[in-house]
């Protein structure tokens, strides 16, 4: 087999990393052993497999936080609940955007979405002591299944792709009929597979969070990233799809990383419903010594965790948001480029031989976005990661994400800038020629 990079190569850091199973390996083991490969061949990968930001921060987000720290705030604690313009912006971007009331007290900046996820988790899971466990609608991120390892938590998940539309109903009330689900995780867009939930979907979700009483953490990395529908019309729908239109009981995740390119500076909001916000538990008195939702959730835990957000970072996210606001910062224009990146992509993978493994919205094809999923006929998750390594392709495999479709791939367009595509093309060529 003539192949792009060195079989031998591959396969000898392959055995010195240990990894048994290419299909278990996690996001950032895969980066380790991309960058060994590719010191050791000399070949520059397409590397798919890692979701980082592959657009220059906003000059908005920049000059504010200079601004921020000429101004002397990097020697000072910020509140723990958030700087003022944070907060507020925050519920105005959520009015304009969402077309949602959330107060600024109820939004709370955290060290990205990872923190936020976490602190969501913890005070959820010590709501009730009879709702011991978190339901993740899946596939999904998997560090966040890692933060309940480390946390020592429960959850329970299922893979959404045979349970779109109304079965959707029946699935998820099978769980929280159990009554130990505490929470439902998901994100929408949705990392790994862009499935985009309905509104009837989402009126499912929140009306079985009703019944049932458990919270609902809606997790929105890819804010407005669904490039089907334009979504930049501040204070006027259409708004960013969202369980809040069904339930009360939500905690949205909104973070800078994506949307706003921001990944390096860890800045994200949680965004408490109010209702929630001042609602009190007896076990939250019992654990923490606070009965309030929201007071625990800042004054115990995020206190605890890091005592808030980075100073300057906050008025950089203050000032993105605001701009957007305001109408002058179509941050979702900046970001479309995205779904272009995946469109030539998804076509180039189709023509080689691959199918797309999500492919649907229900009865609409799925949109594109930041990641699309990949499978190869007859080769498992695992093995797909290795042929497409000896291609010089890299990508991390659905099983790990929840997804019980194991012989697929998740591929984040992120890094694959447009001079990268005729040498995305050549590889996939190879691919195809060695695999006939
Ligand atoms: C679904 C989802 N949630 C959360 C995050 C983490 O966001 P942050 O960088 O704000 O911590 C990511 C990042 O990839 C993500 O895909």
Redesign the pocket.
């Known amino acids: 087999m003539n192949t792009p990079v060195d079989v031998n190569i591959v396969n000898a850091e392959i055995e010195s990393s240990g990894l048994k199973n290419l299909g278990k390996a996690t996001i950032r083991e895969i980066v380790g052993l991309v960058n060994r490969i590719q010191a050791k061949s000399g070949v520059n990968f397409i590397r798919m497999e890692m ?1 980082v930001p592959g657009l220059r921060p906003p000059q908005i987000g920049i000059d504010a936080e200079i601004e921020a720290l000429k101004s002397g705030v990097a020697s000072d604690y910020p509140m723990v609940d958030g700087v003022k313009a944070l907060k507020e912006e925050s519920s105005k971007f959520i009015k304009n955007f969402m077309g949602k009331d959330i107060s600024p007290e109820s939004c709370i900046p955290t060290v ?4 936020g ?1 976490y602190a969501t988790f913890l005070i959820c899971a010590n709501l009730d002591k009879a709702k011991d466990t978190a339901l993740f609608i899946d596939p ?2 998997p560090v ?1 299944k890692q933060q309940f390892k480390v946390m020592g938590h429960k959850y329970e998940s299922f893979d959404v792709y045979n349970y779109r539309g109304e079965k959707l109903r029946e699935k998820v009330e099978s769980y929280l009929k159990n009554g130990n689900i505490n929470s439902i995780i998901y ?1 929408n867009p949705n ?1 790994p597979s862009w499935i985009c939930f309905t509104e009837d979907e989402l009126k499912i979700i929140g009306e079985l969070a009703n019944k049932y009483d458990v919270i609902v953490i809606e ?1 929105l ?2 804010f407005a990233m669904d490039f089907r529908r334009d979504l930049f019309h501040p204070g006027k729908p259409p708004y960013q799809a969202s369980v809040t239109n069904y339930t009360d009981n939500y905690i949205l ?1 909104i ?4 949307a706003f390119s921001y ?1 390096g500076q ?3 909001v949680t965004a408490i419903s109010d209702k929630l916000f001042h609602r009190q538990y007896s076990n939250l008195l019992e654990r923490f010594g606070r009965p309030e939702f929201g007071a625990t959730f800042v004054l115990r835990i995020i206190y605890a965790l890091s005592s808030g957000a980075g100073h300057s970072t906050q008025y950089g996210m203050a000032a993105m948001l605001k701009a957007a606001n305001e109408g002058r910062f179509n941050f979702i224009e900046e970001v479309k480029e995205y779904g272009e990146r995946a469109k030539i992509m998804k076509e180039m993978f189709l023509n080689a031989g691959f199918k797309i493994v999500y492919d649907k919205d229900i009865n609409q094809e799925i949109a594109d976005g930041f990641y699309f999923t990949i499978s190869y006929p007859g080769l498992t998750g695992g093995e797909l990661v290795k042929e497409l390594l000896y291609h010089g392709i890299s990508a991390i495999s659905l099983d790990n994400t929840g997804s019980t479709r194991i012989e697929g791939l998740r591929a984040c367009v992120s890094q694959i800038t447009a001079d990268k595509m005729p040498v995305l093309f050549e590889r996939l060529s190879a691919f195809k020629q060695n695999h006939q």
Not at 112 to 115: F, L, N, T, V
Not at 255 to 258: C, F, I, L
Request: net charge positive; aromatic share 8%; glycine share 18%.
């Open positions: 979701g990205g979405s990872m923190q996820a999904g991120f966040q994100s990392n997790d990395a890819y995740l973070s800078g990383s994506k990944a860890r800045i994200a």
